[in-house]
C-alpha cells in the first residue's frame, strides 16, 4: 500500500482517487475549495462532477495542502490547467527531494507556452515530474469501465512505478518516454475537439467529423514532430486515441462547448453552460502561437482561434476551410507516372 496525495477535487481528480482507492493505496485528496471538501467529506460523492461514484474507504479530504503534500510517496497534480502555476507554486515548500508529481491535466500556459510537466519542473526544482493521459472520461473510469491510458516520464522507473500504482484489470496503463509528444496530443486535441463541436452544432455528419478528426491529427503531429516529439507517440493513445474521444463523446465538455457556439452560443455563454472547465479554450491561443513559432501550418486550430476571440461565425469558419488552395493530401508522396511519362 502507498500512501497518494490527489491535488485537485474536480471529476479526474475523483476519478483518479477512486482508481487508487480501488488498487489498495491510501489517498487524500485535497481542494482550495471550502465546499467542495465539506461535500465530499459529507457524503463520499462528488454530487456536482462525478455523481454515482462513491469515495469511501482508505480515502480523506482535505483543505490543508501541507497535509495533502508531506510524506507522499506519489502525488497527482489534477487541478484545471490554468491553476497548474499557481497550485504548484504553493506545493513548493512541501514537496521533498525527488518526489513525483504526476501532471493529469492537459494544456499549454498562454503566456509562456510551456507544457504542464515544464511548469511544474520550474515551480518544485525538487519533484520529478511525470504526464498521465490517454482517451479516459472520468464518468467512465468512475463506473469501472474499461480504459487505457499511457504514464510518461524521463525515467524509466519512475513511468513503470506509476504504471504499477494505476493499474488493475480495467485501468490499463502504458509506459512512454516522450511525455513532450504525450503532452501535447493532450492539450492540442481539445482545441480540435471544440471544432468538432461546432460541426456538431451547425448539424454536421460524419463525414465532417471524421474529416477534422484526420486533418486535426495532421496539425498536432506536424507541430509535435517539429518541437521535438516522437510522431508514433502522436499515432498512439495519447494522440488520435485521445482525440477521438474528446471529439466524439458525450462526455467530452470541449464537444459540447463547441457545439453550443456552433448552435449561436457565445464563447462564454457556452463555457458557462458547460459548468466545467474548458481547457481547448485556454489552450486554442498557445496553439496558434506555437504554430507561428515553429513555422507550422495550422488552419483548423487558426480558424476555432478566429470563432473563439474574433467573433467569426462557425458557418463562415467551415467555408474557408473547405474553400482553401487545392494541394495534395501527402506532399511527400510522390507518383509512379506524371504528366504520361514515368517520373523517373
Known sequence: MAKTGIIGAGSWGCAL?????QNGH??????ALKEE????KREHEHKDKLPGVRL???????????????????????????????????MAAYVSSGQIVVCVAKGIEETTLMTLSEIVEEEIPAAEAAVMCGPSHAEEVGAKLPTTVVAGAKMRKTAEYIQSMFMNEVFRVYTSP???????????KNVIALAAGMADGLGFGDNTKAALITR?????????????????????????????VTCASRHSRNRRAGMLMGQG?????????????????????AAIELSRKYDVSMPIIEQVNKVLFEDKPVKEAVTELMLRDKKPEYAVLGWERENGNDSN
Open 26 to 31: 491510501e489517498v487524500t485528496v485535497w481542494s
Open 265 to 285: 452560443a457565445t464563447m462564454q455563454q457556452a463555457m458557462d453552460e458547460v459548468k466545467m472547465v474548458v481547457e481547448g479554450v485556454y489552450s486554442a491561443k
Open 17 to 21: 482517487a477512486f482508481v487508487l482507492n
Open 216 to 244: 486535426g491529427m495532421e496539425e498536432i503531429r506536424r507541430l509535435a514532430v517539429k518541437m521535438g516529439a516522437d510522431a508514433q507517440t502522436l499515432n498512439g493513445l495519447t494522440g488520435i486515441g485521445d482525440l477521438i
Open 56 to 90: 469511501e474507504g482508505r480515502i480523506s479530504f482535505t483543505l490543508d495542502l501541507k497535509e495533502a503534500v508531506c510524506g507522499m510517496d506519489l502525488l497527482v497534480l489534477a487541478v484545471p490547467s490554468v491553476y497548474t502555476r499557481s497550485t504548484a507554486k504553493q
Open 178 to 188: 516522450d511525455v513532450l509528444g504525450m503532452e501535447l496530443g493532450g492539450a492540442l
Open 37 to 40: 471538501i465539506e461535500m465530499l
